[in-house]
T-cell receptor, first 112, second 111 residues
Framework: RKEVEQDPGPFNVPEGATVAFNCTYS??????FFWYRQDCRKEPKLLMS???SGNEDGRFTAQLNRASQYISLLIRDSKLSDSATYLC?????????????FGPGTSLSVIP | DAGITQSPRHKVTETGTPVTLRCHQT?????MYWYRQDPGHGLRLIHY???????DKGEVSDGYSVSRSKTEDFLLTLESATSSQTSVYFC??????????FGDGTRLSIL
């Protein structure tokens, strides 16, 4: 089993739709969690960190469920500009260094 | 945007030649990482550094070496490039328990 797994996608949704992505992780020692967005042929960019209590940034909501070991990203009122690949990242902090594992990504296409 | 510069941005070279990619940061972050990204594989960690002269292997380190002689620079070397190393290479930096920030990437083609 991979350490971090994501919905395989692709997700094709109409403008205005709500879409949710899930990401599961296998290491219970994982300490911090992030969502990234990657546009085609570009570098991944931090979308948001994921906090234990859940957090929201405009149309984006991130949730963490430590008991079930998954994080989620909800996008409301999808825009054409939301089309991208979304990567989750999990930080497993070791004694002297951080180990960050990225999921394979889920592709989203928002259709007019 | 985080101050990360990768060089070169594009490179085409021949099998068997040595190649060095450079990652330079102006953020004084402790951690630096080299990834490769290929279709169907996502981001795969090659090597990382947790301090000057402190480096360790990632999941796909074979055929690659790294050096970090000062905080701001992390070099990735392909001693003898092979066609399987054709990829997009990303450098990333972070502080402890903080998200990583990525450079623009280097597109490397090995013919």
């Amino acid at each position: 089993r991979k350490e971090v797994e994501q919905d395989p996608g692709p997700f094709n949704v109409p403008e205005g739709a709500t879409v949710a992505f899930n990401c599961t992780y296998s290491n219970s020692a994982s300490q911090s969690f992030f969502w990234y967005r990657q546009d085609c042929r570009k570098e991944p960019k931090l979308l948001m960190s994921v906090y234990s209590s859940g957090n929201e940034d405009g149309r984006f909501t991130a949730q963490l469920n430590r008991a079930s070991q998954y994080i989620s990203l909800l996008i409301r009122d999808s825009k054409l500009s939301d089309s991208a690949t979304y990567l989750c990242a999990v930080n497993i902090m070791k004694t002297s260094y951080d180990k960050v594992i990225f999921g394979p990504g889920t592709s989203l296409s928002v259709i007019p | 945007d985080a101050g990360i510069t990768q060089s070169p941005r594009h490179k085409v070279t021949e099998t068997g030649t040595p190649v060095t990619l450079r990652c330079h940061q102006t953020e004084n972050h402790r951690y630096m990482y080299w990834y490769r990204q290929d279709p169907g594989h996502g981001l795969r960690l090659i090597h990382y550094s947790y301090g000057v002269k402190d480096t360790d292997k990632g999941e796909v380190s074979d055929g690659y070496s790294v050096s970090r002689s000062k905080t701001e620079d992390f070099l990735l070397t392909l001693e003898s490039a092979t066609s399987s190393q054709t990829s997009v290479y990303f450098c990333a930096i972070s502080e402890h328990n903080q998200p990583q920030h990525f450079g623009d990437g280097t597109r490397l083609s090995i013919l």
